[in-house]
């Protein structure tokens, strides 16, 4: 598995307060990343040090299989959580300087800024003043900014926070093109519906540590316990006395199991068609919002 | 550091605000308001050439005449600045009743004021002027002058020596400046000179102010717009922020270069156009090149100076109003020679100009004013830009320190102790 981006024992403390307390992740390449944790986790601090705009107390950044360089910065496309424009520059001039600011020339950037002007629908507000466009236009010429460059590694901080519908799902099928095409997204987030829909991999912190870590799908395997939901018909109160389950739930006509954890599935299945008339039975993964707030709460993972 | 990048920080900055109608509108702007301010007041005192409607009494009976003389030879020379339209009245003999009467001629407005001169004052050496406005003191110094000059020629006959006689003996001597220089003496204006410091001074302190102050907004638009995060994932602080001011500084030499190209111009020989305008006996000041350089390499250091400053408030700072309240101290940097500028053009050599020179933050405006009238000891020049010149490198690095963190730091304003942090900060 090639790495895009790994982070090694990252550390940052300002005055007494630690906000990054030894971060390792492992970013692999042609992934959707997310980089979860509730407010105040260190998220930012963390992006803010890979793209060096402060500087580790200890620990290694990697980029693409080696210490980061001044030259690969050039390869990342940054979107900050606090973004903004130069409010008196036309679209095209904001354009070209940020392309400038990665080493293009302007006579390469224009017909990307053309292209991609065109793709969202931007095309006529070229020569306006970003303070002339609406905040969903903004939002869009920020997000034209950060990929222009083409970038092997595109890292978005809150990308989705404050988007308009229209926006999210621009935002959405871009970060699933750049997958697709085999480049490498890091996004952080605190809205998990977003990242369980689009992430492949994830990295949960929370006060500055990793709590978890790993492909989402294994996580999921692994934090959904032992638990299985049951569509049945017959007597439902024999279920407790059925060895291997240790807790029954029921809820509006669906009944949850969580069985011993060395417990078989489908031993316990056998147990129960002995009484039941079984019309549903299937192991359960549980949401990530469920893992998220296990995990910052302090339940063992 | 990639001086390339800092370049495509400065390059932005520059033709940002060249393309800008502010950067047009102070380049014209600014001379003409200071051409106004001088020439409107001299315009106004030419046109209000309507004389002074002056009503005098003679009771000597021989003062009237040689007086009524003076004044139109005067007037003839164009020498006067204010002109009186004279008329004599013969005394009456009851003197207050007359003196009640002409009090109420100035009230009515027929005339603007009354002299009376009589032997006895004229004895104790003073005579009386009586106006509804007594603080005209350039009509009065005037007048004062005329009839001092009439009445010594008055006493200077009753003494007994012929008017031919008088007139040798009280001619006047007038004084011809001539400005000493390593260059070879030059005959200069005295006042020209005077006019040039000024000139040279007010637009050092305007251009020191303005251009400031777009580094502060400058660095503080990028920091509440939130883009500074964006660049410097680019590019480092280090560069942004030279860039910044390297790209401020070019708009700000652009500007100069347009005016002194401008100033050439104008006083070159055969511009008859500005010769017309001036006063006569008033020379033109000429730019010379050593001049020139001085002013630039003033400005150059004045700008970092200030500048760098500037852009530490912006960076530590959230919004303006903070802003501009720290700024106001390099304000008081910029105003204070505006207090003692005259006794430094007076006297250019001396110890207040002399050791307010040497201070790198009064350096270049006070040394703009001490080369504008007489050029200094080449010991002092050499002192005073070596400290000037250090204290802006500090300045530089300080300004640096500060910057980097302060970009991204939103919230409250910092105290002087974290500001000293951001400072140690490795």
Same mark, same amino acid.
């Given at each position: 598995m090639t790495l895009t981006l790994e982070l090694r024992d990252v550390r940052k403390t300002y005055g007494d307060v630690a906000a990054v307390r030894g971060v390792t992740m492992e970013v692999p390449a042609a992934t959707i990343f997310g980089l979860l944790g509730p407010n105040g986790a260190g998220k930012t601090t963390t992006i803010r040090m890979i793209m060096d705009i402060i500087a580790p107390d200890s620990g290694e950044v990697l980029v693409f299989g080696h210490p980061r360089t001044r030259e690969d910065l050039r390869r990342i496309g940054y979107l900050p959580e606090e973004r903004g424009l130069y409010r008196k520059?036309?679209?095209?001039?904001?354009?070209?300087?940020?392309?400038?600011?990665?080493?293009?020339?302007?006579? /390469?950037?224009?017909?990307?800024?053309? /292209?991609?002007? /065109?793709?969202? /629908?931007?095309?006529?507000?070229?020569?306006?003043k970003i303070e002339e466009l609406s905040k969903g236009m903004q939002q869009k010429v920020q997000l034209v900014g950060t990929v222009l460059h083409e970038p092997d590694l595109l890292i978005l901080d809150e990308p989705f926070a404050g988007l308009d519908p229209i926006n999210q799902s621009l935002f959405r099928d871009l970060l699933l093109d750049y997958r697709r095409r085999g480049k490498t997204v890091v996004l952080s987030t605190h809205g998990m519906l977003l990242a369980e829909k689009l992430c492949d991999h994830i990295c949960l912190i929370s006060a500055g540590a990793v709590?978890?870590?790993?492909?989402?799908?294994?996580?999921?395997?692994?934090?959904?316990?032992?638990?299985?939901r049951l569509r049945a018909k017959g007597d439902l109160d024999r279920l407790a006395e059925v060895p291997g389950i240790e807790r029954v739930a029921a809820e509006d006509g669906l009944v949850k199991l969580l069985l011993a954890p060395d417990a078989d599935g489908g031993r316990v299945l056998r147990e129960l068609v002995e009484f039941l008339d079984v019309e549903e039975f299937r192991s359960e993964e549980p949401d990530l919002e469920e893992i998220f707030i296990k995990a910052v709460s302090g339940a063992a993972v | 550091m990639?001086?390339?990048?800092?370049? +495509? +920080?400065?390059?932005?900055?520059?033709?940002?605000?060249?393309?800008?109608?502010?950067?047009?509108?102070?380049?014209?702007?600014?001379?003409?308001?200071?051409? *106004? %301010?001088?020439?409107?007041?001299?315009? %106004?005192?030419?046109?209000?050439?309507?004389?002074?409607?002056?009503?005098?009494?003679?009771?000597?009976?021989?003062?009237?005449g040689p007086l009524r003389e003076r004044l139109a030879s005067a007037e003839r020379e164009g020498a006067q600045v204010v002109a009186f339209d004279?008329?004599?009245?013969?005394?009456?003999?009851?003197?207050?009743?007359?003196r009640a009467r002409l009090d109420r001629m100035v009230l009515a407005d027929e005339i603007d004021a009354?002299?009376?001169?009589?032997?006895?004052?004229?004895g104790r050496g003073r005579f009386e002027y009586h106006s509804e406005s007594v603080s005209s003191w350039l009509t009065q110094e005037v007048l004062q002058g005329v009839v001092s000059e009439v009445v010594g020629a008055w006493r200077l006959r009753r003494a007994g020596f012929d008017t031919a006689q008088i007139a040798d003996l009280t001619r006047g001597v007038?004084?011809? &400046?001539?400005?000493?220089?390593?260059?070879?003496?030059?005959?200069?204006?005295?006042?020209?000179?005077v006019v040039l410091a000024i000139f040279l001074f007010t637009i050092l302190y305007a251009v020191l102010i303005?251009?400031? &102050?777009?580094?502060?907004?400058?660095?503080?638009?990028?920091?509440?717009?939130?883009?500074?995060?964006?660049?410097?994932?680019?590019?480092?602080?280090?560069?942004?922020?030279?860039?910044?001011?390297?790209?401020?500084?070019?708009?700000?030499?652009?500007?100069?270069?347009?005016?002194?190209?401008? *100033?050439?111009?104008?006083?070159?020989?055969?511009?008859?156009?500005?010769?017309?305008?001036?006063?006569?006996? %008033?020379?033109?000041?000429?730019?010379?090149?050593?001049?020139?350089?001085?002013?630039?390499?003033?400005?150059?250091i004045g700008f970092f100076l200030f500048a760098t400053f500037y852009a530490m408030v912006g960076a530590a700072t959230n919004n303006m109003q903070e802003a501009q309240q720290l700024a106001s101290f390099a304000i008081v940097f910029l105003v204070a020679p505006m207090f003692f500028f005259m006794q430094v053009i007076n006297d250019p050599d001396g110890r207040l100009a002399v050791v307010t020179s040497m201070i790198p933050f009064f350096m270049p405006l006070v040394m703009m004013l001490r080369i504008a009238v007489k050029t200094p000891p080449m010991w002092q020049l050499a002192v005073a830009y070596t400290l000037a010149i250090a204290t802006t490198c500090g300045m530089i690095w300080l300004c640096a320190r500060v910057y980097r963190v302060g970009i991204l730091m939103y919230g409250k304003r910092p105290t002087l102790a974290e500001l000293w942090r951001w400072v140690r900060y490795a």
């Amino acid at each position: 598995m090639t790495l895009t981006l790994e982070l090694r024992d990252v550390r940052k403390t300002y005055g007494d307060v630690a906000a990054v307390r030894g971060v390792t992740m492992e970013v692999p390449a042609a992934t959707i990343f997310g980089l979860l944790g509730p407010n105040g986790a260190g998220k930012t601090t963390t992006i803010r040090m890979i793209m060096d705009i402060i500087a580790p107390d200890s620990g290694e950044v990697l980029v693409f299989g080696h210490p980061r360089t001044r030259e690969d910065l050039r390869r990342i496309g940054y979107l900050p959580e606090e973004r903004g424009l130069y409010r008196k520059m036309t679209v095209v001039d904001q354009l070209v300087y940020l392309g400038e600011l990665r080493g293009m020339k302007r006579r /390469e950037s224009l017909p990307r800024i053309a /292209e991609w002007l /065109e793709r969202v /629908e931007l095309s006529a507000w070229g020569k306006k003043k970003i303070e002339e466009l609406s905040k969903g236009m903004q939002q869009k010429v920020q997000l034209v900014g950060t990929v222009l460059h083409e970038p092997d590694l595109l890292i978005l901080d809150e990308p989705f926070a404050g988007l308009d519908p229209i926006n999210q799902s621009l935002f959405r099928d871009l970060l699933l093109d750049y997958r697709r095409r085999g480049k490498t997204v890091v996004l952080s987030t605190h809205g998990m519906l977003l990242a369980e829909k689009l992430c492949d991999h994830i990295c949960l912190i929370s006060a500055g540590a990793v709590v978890l870590a790993g492909e989402l799908r294994a996580i999921r395997r692994r934090l959904g316990g032992n638990a299985y939901r049951l569509r049945a018909k017959g007597d439902l109160d024999r279920l407790a006395e059925v060895p291997g389950i240790e807790r029954v739930a029921a809820e509006d006509g669906l009944v949850k199991l969580l069985l011993a954890p060395d417990a078989d599935g489908g031993r316990v299945l056998r147990e129960l068609v002995e009484f039941l008339d079984v019309e549903e039975f299937r192991s359960e993964e549980p949401d990530l919002e469920e893992i998220f707030i296990k995990a910052v709460s302090g339940a063992a993972v | 550091m990639r001086p390339s990048d800092a370049y +495509v +920080v400065g390059k932005r900055e520059y033709l940002v605000r060249i393309k800008g109608w502010g950067f047009w509108f102070a380049t014209f702007g600014l001379p003409l308001f200071m051409a *106004a %301010l001088m020439a409107v007041p001299a315009l %106004l005192m030419t046109r209000g050439h309507s004389a002074q409607r002056l009503a005098l009494v003679d009771t000597t009976g021989e003062l009237a005449g040689p007086l009524r003389e003076r004044l139109a030879s005067a007037e003839r020379e164009g020498a006067q600045v204010v002109a009186f339209d004279l008329r004599v009245l013969p005394p009456e003999p009851d003197a207050a009743a007359q003196r009640a009467r002409l009090d109420r001629m100035v009230l009515a407005d027929e005339i603007d004021a009354w002299i009376w001169l009589d032997e006895e004052d004229l004895g104790r050496g003073r005579f009386e002027y009586h106006s509804e406005s007594v603080s005209s003191w350039l009509t009065q110094e005037v007048l004062q002058g005329v009839v001092s000059e009439v009445v010594g020629a008055w006493r200077l006959r009753r003494a007994g020596f012929d008017t031919a006689q008088i007139a040798d003996l009280t001619r006047g001597v007038d004084l011809e &400046t001539v400005k000493v220089s390593e260059g070879g003496s030059r005959a200069e204006g005295g006042f020209g000179g005077v006019v040039l410091a000024i000139f040279l001074f007010t637009i050092l302190y305007a251009v020191l102010i303005l251009y400031g &102050t777009q580094v502060m907004q400058g660095v503080l638009e990028e920091k509440t717009s939130r883009i500074v995060e964006v660049v410097t994932s680019a590019v480092r602080p280090l560069e942004l922020m030279l860039g910044k001011l390297v790209g401020i500084c070019c708009v700000g030499l652009t500007q100069l270069a347009i005016w002194i190209a401008a *100033a050439t111009l104008l006083t070159a020989p055969g511009v008859l156009a500005l010769r017309t305008m001036l006063p006569e006996g %008033l020379n033109v000041p000429s730019f010379t090149p050593g001049l020139v350089l001085h002013f630039l390499a003033l400005f150059l250091i004045g700008f970092f100076l200030f500048a760098t400053f500037y852009a530490m408030v912006g960076a530590a700072t959230n919004n303006m109003q903070e802003a501009q309240q720290l700024a106001s101290f390099a304000i008081v940097f910029l105003v204070a020679p505006m207090f003692f500028f005259m006794q430094v053009i007076n006297d250019p050599d001396g110890r207040l100009a002399v050791v307010t020179s040497m201070i790198p933050f009064f350096m270049p405006l006070v040394m703009m004013l001490r080369i504008a009238v007489k050029t200094p000891p080449m010991w002092q020049l050499a002192v005073a830009y070596t400290l000037a010149i250090a204290t802006t490198c500090g300045m530089i690095w300080l300004c640096a320190r500060v910057y980097r963190v302060g970009i991204l730091m939103y919230g409250k304003r910092p105290t002087l102790a974290e500001l000293w942090r951001w400072v140690r900060y490795a």
